[in-house]
């Protein structure tokens, strides 16, 4: 459906379009945004529609460039003095496999206390319970 704009409405400053307004009865003006607001969709839809699309896919969801730069960030701050520049492009991508894969299910563990709380919002304080729920064996806690 396309928006088209308003017609001016006529100004009640002169008498003779007093005269002309009185004399014709008036169409109700029908705005676009009433016929859309039943054709639109609730809200939330089109976040379950991403979800369940995501979860059809096996591509790897964070790009391969920034995951790189990060991973090359972490060795330069874990080994400063080696001069470590280059890593195999297999195990860049198995790194970015399981990385992808604690995120997806830690986030899981946290909306599932989030519903728990009966909320349907993600807070911190689930993040933090799911970390501590997880002990100490876990491979963030270390």
Same mark, same amino acid.
């Given at each position: 459906?396309? %928006? %088209?704009? &308003? !017609? ?9 379009? #007093?005269?002309?307004?009185? +004399? ?16 639109? !969709? ?25 995951? +790189? ?6 060795? =330069? ?8 520049? %280059?890593?195999? +492009?297999?195990?860049?991508? !198995? ?7 604690? =995120? #997806?299910?830690?986030?899981?563990? +946290?909306? =599932? ?6 909320? #349907? ?6 993040? &933090?319970?799911?970390? %501590? ?10």
């Amino acid at each position: 459906m396309v %928006r %088209r704009k &308003r !017609a001016p409405r006529p100004s009640l400053s002169s008498a003779s379009s #007093v005269s002309r307004s009185s +004399a014709t009865p008036s169409k109700k003006h029908v705005s676009p945004t009433r016929t859309l607001v039943n054709l639109r !969709a609730k809200s939330g839809t089109k976040a379950l529609q991403e979800i369940r699309f995501l979860q059809k896919t096996t591509k790897l969801l964070i790009p391969k460039l920034p995951f +790189a730069r990060l991973v090359r960030e972490i060795m =330069l701050d874990l080994f400063p003095r080696l001069e470590i520049n %280059r890593i195999q +492009a297999k195990a860049l991508e !198995a790194l970015q496999e399981a990385s992808e894969m604690y =995120l #997806v299910q830690f986030f899981e563990d +946290a909306i =599932l206390l989030s519903l728990h709380a009966k909320r #349907v919002t993600l807070f911190p304080t689930d993040m &933090r319970l799911v970390r %501590r729920l997880r002990g100490r064996h876990d491979i963030v806690n270390r």
